[in-house]
């Protein structure tokens, strides 16, 4: 039987790339929509000159790799790693608030809103914006236990403002609401990107028979999102871009900065 | 440096600072929103509660005797804790 060695092979596309933690090997995150990937490798070289400066060899050393694509959607995942943070999962015990803003027509001076607003009580939304007749910012109203010219009452449980007699229009309201089916992640400014170990699918095809496939599966035992520029395209096409700085890791006598792996099919 | 008063008092109409960036606030002084005081917003909720019906008359003026009142109030909260003040309902 003749041993199975692919040479050149056509690269067919990334399949997915899954995260998992380096000590557990718990599989924390899947991408499957991974585009324009890159894979690069530096090392610095230090030339040994004879005397007239002829170069006799170069000693590579401080090997280095950076692993970039893009996810052609974004990623909520893949963001609170980029943001060296938690995705923080609401539930019906542990409701996430988050902003609201919602423009209501007033009808018989009052409007009701969405959702239960939330704040301090008797005055969970502090001020309204009228639409004036130009359609732009017109009055603002203020929050007041009782009815009274340029004020509004709040029934919060109700979900309803009330505004004085002959109040008529639209009116801007902006409001925090608890939610139990919701998600929430931030960027903090003294956090750390965790270090992740990456398997990147990907199929090769046999360059004579376009038929025959094979499965390639490149490994990195320790990368690291570069938080040291992050772009979020917030544009439907934009994707969402990421780069991973490659590790050795520290136990790992042959310092390997990445495996490749293929087999048939 | 003296902060900016960027505030009105819903009850007395004082200007006040407030900062809803600040932990204490967030934590501790929400009423800050509405009121200078911790007083002034004991007055807020029982005129508030009155006006919507979940405080009894009696119990509105039971609770405001027990505040101390601030020596100015916006005009329209005047009215209602007049109202609120006079046993035989005039204002």
């Given at each position: 039987m003749t041993k199975f060695?692919?040479?050149?092979?056509?690269?067919?596309?990334?399949?997915?790339?899954?995260?998992?933690d380096p000590t557990t090997r718990q599989l924390l995150s899947r991408l499957t929509n991974v585009k324009e990937p890159t894979l690069n490798f530096t090392s610095e070289g230090t030339p040994v000159t004879d005397a007239q400066g002829a170069e006799i060899v170069t000693f590579y050393n401080a090997a280095q790799g950076t692993l970039?694509?893009?996810?052609?959607?974004?990623?909520?995942?893949?963001?609170?790693?980029?943001?060296?943070?938690?995705k923080v999962v609401a539930t019906e015990d542990k409701k996430i608030?988050?902003?609201?803003?919602?423009?209501?027509?007033?009808?018989?001076?009052?409007?009701?809103?969405?959702?239960?607003?939330?704040?301090?009580?008797?005055?969970?939304?502090?001020?309204?914006?009228?639409?004036?007749?130009?359609?732009?910012?017109?009055?603002?109203?203020?929050?007041?236990?009782?009815?009274?010219?340029?004020?509004?009452?709040?029934?919060?449980?109700?979900?309803?403002?009330?505004?004085?007699?002959?109040?008529?229009?639209?009116v801007?309201?902006?409001?925090?609401?608890?939610?139990?089916?919701?998600?929430?992640?931030?960027?903090?400014?003294?956090s750390m990107p965790p270090i992740r170990t990456l398997h990147v699918h990907c199929y090769f095809r046999n360059k004579c028979d376009n038929n025959i496939k094979y499965i390639g599966v490149i490994t990195f035992p320790r990368a690291q999102i570069d938080i040291s520029s992050v772009d979020v395209s917030l544009t439907p096409d934009g994707g969402h871009a990421v780069t991973y700085k490659l590790q050795k890791p520290y136990c790992d006598e042959s310092g390997k900065l990445c495996s490749v792996f293929v087999y048939k099919d | 440096m003296a902060k900016e008063y960027n505030a009105v008092c819903s009850i007395c109409g004082q200007r006040y600072h407030v900062c809803n960036t600040c932990k204490s606030m967030k934590t501790q002084k929400s009423w800050r929103t509405v009121?200078?005081?911790a007083e002034c917003y004991k007055i807020?909720?029982?005129?508030?509660?009155?006006?919507?019906?979940?405080?009894?008359?009696?119990?509105?003026?039971?609770?405001?005797?027990?505040?101390?009142?601030?020596?100015?109030?916006?005009?329209?909260?005047?009215?209602?804790?007049?109202?609120?003040?006079?046993?035989?309902?005039?204002t």
């Open positions: 060695n692919p040479n050149e092979v056509v690269f067919e596309k990334i399949r997915y790339i899954e995260e998992f970039s694509y893009t996810n052609a959607i974004h990623s909520f995942d893949l963001l609170a790693e980029q943001f060296s943070s938690e608030v988050a902003p609201v803003s919602e423009v209501l027509e007033i009808m018989d001076n009052k409007v009701v809103l969405k959702y239960v607003p939330v704040g301090t009580a008797g005055a969970e939304i502090k001020y309204v914006q009228l639409v004036n007749d130009s359609n732009e910012f017109g009055e603002t109203l203020e929050v007041s236990a009782a009815a009274a010219e340029g004020k509004f009452t709040i029934d919060a449980a109700a979900k309803t403002l009330t505004f004085q007699e002959g109040t008529t229009g639209r801007i309201v902006d409001y925090e609401a608890e939610m139990a089916e919701a998600i929430s992640l931030a960027k903090t400014t003294d | 009121t200078d005081t807020y909720m029982t005129v508030y509660g009155y006006g919507n019906g979940t405080i009894p008359k009696e119990k509105a003026r039971n609770i405001l005797n027990g505040c101390a009142l601030p020596k100015t109030f916006q005009p329209h909260i005047r009215t209602i804790v007049n109202e609120i003040r006079n046993p035989d309902g005039n």
